[in-house]
């Protein structure tokens, strides 16, 4: 195991020299909290990942859960951690005071998921699903589902789930069939099956608490006839006692990675009882659920950066010990061998593998810094079409290039990379859950260009714009920044350009064609956006520089600059060719019939 | 499990139509060849592969090799399978007859390595390894050693392996240090460490011949003082009888794939008594090694190849079988929901990774043909100057796209392509051996740019150019494939001009910067060299679209246009990425400090 899995100083220096994240503090609704109070938490936090998370980290892995009876049994840590996360009010430090939450601004929330994901993914997911899950329930639920259910799940003691995919609805949720039927009683009958629901059934709490998606009887067919439901494993009875429901997990999956947190198989209903409670109004579920997408995207996402930093960290520390072959020009053999980070090769790989990692991070803090924003009613529909214009993209760059990284932490290492005595491998497998879960990248990709680019007759792809041509114009102020700042600005044009492009046959009507190389053009803007994050990273450390800063600092801001610079020349030239692609070939996807396929 | 793995159809088009592997059968060492004898021999392998190589391909991955008593116990298929190999001549086919070979040309023996590599990579390794170490020994072994040792491993009883690394001693060779004293009683004694040694000591067959590297005491250091030695862990003493090595297998790498063939630790003269019998002459063992490299580098391609192949065929299985979501013009949510290989999306991944698997596999089988060549005497100086200037190519390009291939394969199968029920993640797992064993991604970068480049004044690189110049002069006489031709020569030229900018720095003497890059030159190289590929299968393809053919082989051959389309419009772009990268940053890696990585 590495010594290090993320950087302290690099949070401090997003938080405070890029986003000032302390001037959130002004608003009312964040106005207990400062800049120490963020500190302490994010102190508290680090103790509990670097103790208790990071430690098991492999020995979670090695030891994913088992099903039995009904159950999965996850490892023994789950249990403590889980009530450790509702004594430290890790579930739910968002929320308002009136549901028991701190109201710590997403910005710094994102922190502790980014923290703990670099720890121990596994393990993190447990009270972030179950905070999503509360974060529901206190937006849409009863007075009466809250008072019965969120305080146990907000102590930790009930593990809560998100309950979307079926055998037959995974990226297709329209097809969602699990059946509610109202009893006349208070509550309906759910039948039904999901499949991949995490953290769907484990000995770690007492119980499960599901948010889960069904259709009322005589509801119409696809997105518009689907409800939510608070599904428990057991449920409150009328005399407050719990009573066992009629859901049973019936198997969990065996995956690549992200061994530590189950995917389970549930099946409601079998004996006709399965009780579900349905949250606000009928057929609006998905709605609902989409509401808090954003956020889980986000924190997918930020998941994705945390397992890049930490392999980061990884190979960064191997590359700096192990000693093997000599400086090229070096043709004596008898020379002592030298640190592998030397050869120009692995520097490389370190660079890019930073570059991802913390361009990805910086991107989630920023659309966590637009969600507090909005939240504290600053420009609240500027900063919320901003969201919504960045989420695919804050999802889908870290998860997709989260691969790469991973991959290039695995090869600094050279075949012990390979080997689980070190623990890139399971960074490069446990990442891979990422372009998939909550909406692949081919989702995603539908979402930005078949919905965020146009909605609203293009303000968000206007305001995304007008961000970027903000910093650009900073940026164009500072001598070793020029450079930088005008090719964000023309590739930014080359993605308009090829915008207009592809809008061309929007307008035709031909849908199928517009979005036939959606994921590509989610490709290109990702590259794009992250050069605007690196872009801002490198106004903050040019600021630094220009006072006197210590040693330590020079480097850490010069490594800022020259990482920066490895993205502009490395990174952004992809957009030519993505743009090249987008341009030419419109609809060749969409053409190529199935019977070519062999 | 999937129900295809490989396709015949495509090895006969590569074979026969593209390559025509059966005009070798003119020249005198292969005259007792033809395509009858080839294609019996593909039908056997493919029955072996079919029926026992791919029903434990899962098996062996979730049973690994266990380390018990100085032995990896693997599972009980290898010791049948390597039994088999040995009695249907699999391990050595293109030896000569004196050797008890067949004098089959590598095309085709590429053909069983790659049938075989789809259907079980792990279990194909054993045979091949031990070709490969029987083949060392038929080259520069002496009789004595070649009557002692070479029939048990062609016939499968013994096992073969190479035994280069050392816990020291990775990618830089020259500092291997295990020793060897001349014992003055016809063997060496043999001191140190090895490790990763792949096949290093199984209860599969009843004796491991390692072919290993050590240095005679008082050699020069460096490269030039490493001996190549018959290591055997049962050795024949002087009366014909099997007597114990002092050499131990002291434990097994856990594995992130690969996991049905052991990587060995192995230590060397505990005891003062490990017999090493020389091969060939002292000091020049590095240089035998080099020279069975070359086919080893084509080995590890085709693996690469062959198991993104697999991957493709279990993506492309379950595209046209499951059924989730509609067109995206179809409104209807009750309209029955459509195979997922109708969206673009998924067409996209699938032909991606057909023009990776497809083009990787045609480069593989187009160095073989010039090392049959150069066998035959067939203008040897230049095909084996084609063979050193493709073989990191060959290496490299379906290693490291081999990742992305068959990540889109999981990416195709969304959640259960993360699971273990379906075989994808094991390939996406099982490949990424390939850009670290037989010589890493950065070596092999160093070798093309710093070596085979200039080699002979360029004279390879010369070769290589001519050999496209001819398949765009060809391509360019076919209406349909002017333009591809018009791109592959417009990539040629941009490649020629990063390479002479590249060279003015190596001309300054500055080696460092001028390979501080090398790996982006081969990636850059890769996409040029597999673009050809591409473009002579489009010009075989074309060709047989011109005359009548069948419906199902129409279809073929469109889908060999629309794949070349596809890289042409999708892939061969990148180039232009990489040449902007390599142009403007030539030295920048190397000049990075150190100190700034935080």
Redesign the interface.
């Known amino acids: 195991m590495a010594q290090q899995f993320f950087?302290r100083?690099n949070l401090q220096f997003m938080l405070y020299e890029v986003l000032q994240a302390e001037d959130l503090c002004n608003y009312e609704y964040f106005q207990d909290h400062s800049r120490d109070t963020f500190e302490l938490i994010i102190d508290t936090v680090s103790k509990l990942a670097t103790d208790v998370m990071y430690p098991v980290f492999q020995d979670m892995d090695s030891n994913p859960p088992v099903y039995a009876d009904g159950i999965a049994r996850v490892h023994p840590i789950v249990r403590n951690y889980m009530q450790e996360c509702g004594a430290g009010g890790w579930i739910n430090p968002y929320m308002s005071y009136e549901f028991g939450g701190q109201q710590l601004p997403s910005t710094v929330y994102t922190v502790i998921g980014f923290i703990m994901g670099a720890a121990n993914y596994s393990l993190s997911a447990y009270p972030q699903l179950t905070g999503g899950a509360a974060n529901l329930l206190v937006n849409f639920g009863s007075k009466e589902l809250q008072d019965l259910y969120l305080a146990p799940m907000l102590a930790g003691q009930w593990q809560g789930t998100m309950a979307l995919?079926e055998p037959?609805a995974?990226?297709?949720l329209?097809?969602v069939k699990t059946s509610a039927e109202d009893s006349g009683q208070g509550y309906f009958l759910i039948k039904g099956q999901k499949?991949?629901i995490t953290g769907g059934s484990t000995d770690a709490t007492d119980n499960t608490v599901h948010m889960m998606l069904a259709r009322i009887k005589g509801a119409p067919?696809?997105?518009k006839g689907i409800s939510l439901f608070l599904v428990p494993k057991f449920y409150v009875d009328e005399a407050g006692n719990l009573q066992a429901n009629d859901i049973f997990c019936t198997g969990i999956?065996?995956?690549?990675?992200?061994k530590g947190c189950p995917?389970c198989q549930l099946s409601m209903g079998d004996n006709g009882s399965c009780r579900g409670y349905l949250i606000g109004e009928p057929n609006k579920g998905l709605a609902y659920m989409f509401q808090m997408m954003n956020e889980e995207r986000v924190n997918v996402g930020i998941g994705a950066a945390s397992k890049a930093t930490a392999a980061y960290y990884a190979a960064?520390e191997y590359a700096?010990q192990r000693?093997?072959?000599?400086?090229?020009?070096d043709k004596n053999?008898?020379s002592p061998?030298i640190a592998i980070?030397?050869?120009?090769?692995?520097?490389?790989m370190?660079?890019f593998q930073?570059a991802i990692s913390e361009g990805a991070l910086a991107l989630g803090l920023q659309v966590s810094k637009y969600i507090d924003l909005a939240k504290a009613g600053e420009e609240s529909e500027k900063n919320e079409l901003l969201i919504d214009f960045l989420v695919p993209i804050v999802k889908t760059y870290p998860a997709e290039m989260g691969?790469l990284a991973t991959?290039a932490a695995?090869?600094c290492l050279?075949?012990y990379?390979?080997?689980?005595?070190f623990p890139v491998?399971q960074y490069?497998?446990d990442v891979?859950?990422d372009?998939?879960?909550e909406g692949?990248?081919?989702i995603q990709?539908?979402d930005l260009l078949?919905r965020k680019v146009i909605m609203k007759k293009g303000r968000a792809f206007q305001l995304f714009k007008e961000e970027l041509s903000g910093t650009i114009n900073t940026a164009a102020e500072i001598d070793q920044l020029k450079l930088p700042a005008k090719m964000l600005e023309e590739a930014m044009i080359m993605v308009e350009q090829v915008t207009s492009h592809l809008l061309q046959t929007a307008v035709q009507g031909?849908?199928?064609r517009f979005?036939?190389?959606?994921?590509?053009y989610l490709e290109m803007t990702g590259i794009l956006t992250i050069g605007w994050q690196w872009l801002l990273q490198g106004v903050a450390a040019c600021q630094a520089l220009n006072v006197n800063v210590s040693t330590v600092d020079k480097?850490?801001y010069?490594?800022k600059m020259?990482t920066m610079?490895?993205y502009f020349?490395?990174e952004m030239?992809?957009i030519?060719?993505l743009c090249?692609?987008l341009t030419?070939?419109e609809g060749?996807?969409?053409d190529?019939?199935?019977?070519?396929?062999?």
Chains 1, 2 share one sequence.
Do not use: W
């Open positions: 950087s100083r995919t037959n995974g990226s297709s329209a097809d499949i991949f067919s696809g997105v999956e065996h995956k690549l990675g992200y995917a960064l700096q000693l093997q072959g000599r400086k090229i020009n053999p008898e061998q980070i030397n050869h120009a090769d692995i520097k490389r370190l660079m930073r691969i991959s695995i090869q050279g075949g990379g390979y080997c689980k005595d491998e490069f497998r891979r859950i372009p998939i879960h692949t990248t081919g990709g539908q078949g031909d849908t199928e979005l036939s190389d959606a994921s590509l480097n850490f010069q490594g020259l610079q490895y020349d490395y030239p992809r030519n060719t090249e692609i030419r070939n060749f996807m969409s190529v019939p199935l019977e070519t396929f062999v």
